[in-house]
């Protein structure tokens, strides 16, 4: 019986996925880190290998993956992913012009076209309100002929998204190590807010990891 490999990939947006790898893919080399064309339910994306190996329904769950590992990214793709970036950036304007009035409010903040530009991702921070986003994104679809996902970002998902240097003077945590916000947050006492914020306007998540003095 013929071994069946699967690898877990990371998308950029839509976290870890287990794929089923073709026959010919030699999974034994080193291959942790290496970006891969993977097959989605909404077509072909890019994401980062995380680990491949021998499927085991022990470790990997009773049942096969449906999504595909097409191949390991090759060079001659980074010309299509230039030119995505090209297409994403005039899908962006597109958005921001069917928001209308409601454009000054919000910022976007990131845009990725999928690999087989069927689908756009875009990240958008508003400051005072939850924003309707059903009218650009009809626009971009009228135009362009893709689907849309549109995140609207709070504070810290936002510096978390675009980066910012901490008061540390070092890249804030949530834009370089930390993968998620701590659950709870309580700064030293006595601290006064503007010393107990960070860029974000809330608690530092740093405060998570500071000890009291003596322990």
């Known amino acids: 019986m013929t071994e069946v490999v699967v690898a877990s990939v990371e998308m950029p947006e839509r976290g870890v996925f287990l794929v089923r790898c073709p ?23 890019v994401g980062e ?22 191949r390991l990214l090759q060079d001659s793709d980074e010309a299509r992913l230039a030119e995505n970036d090209g297409l994403a950036a005039e899908m962006r304007e597109a958005f921001v ?35 309707d986003f059903s009218r650009a994104t009809a626009e971009v679809k009228r135009l362009f002929g893709v689907s849309v996902n549109v995140w609207q970002l709070g504070p810290r998902d936002e ?37 107990a914020n960070g860029v974000c306007g809330r608690y530092k998540c740093c405060w998570t990891f500071e000890q009291p003095q003596g322990e």
């Open 23 to 45: 026959e010919s893919f030699q999974w034994k080399d080193e291959i942790r880190g290496r970006r891969a064309v993977v097959a989605l339910d909404y077509g072909l994306d």
């Open 159 to 195: 510096v978390a998204c675009v980066g910012a240097l901490g008061v540390c003077g070092r890249v804030c945590c949530c834009a370089s190590w930390q993968k998620r916000f701590p659950v709870r947050i309580a700064a030293p006492e006595g601290m006064n807010q503007a010393g």
């Open 97 to 131: 012009k069917g928001m209308g009035p409601d454009a000054h409010e919000a910022r976007v903040c990131s845009v990725r076209l999928s690999f087989g530009r069927t689908r756009l991702f875009l990240r958008v921070a508003c400051d005072h309100r939850r924003q």
């Open 49 to 70: 290998v995380m680990s491949a190996g021998v499927y085991d329904p022990a470790v990997h769950g009773p049942r096969m993956p449906g999504f595909r590992l097409e």
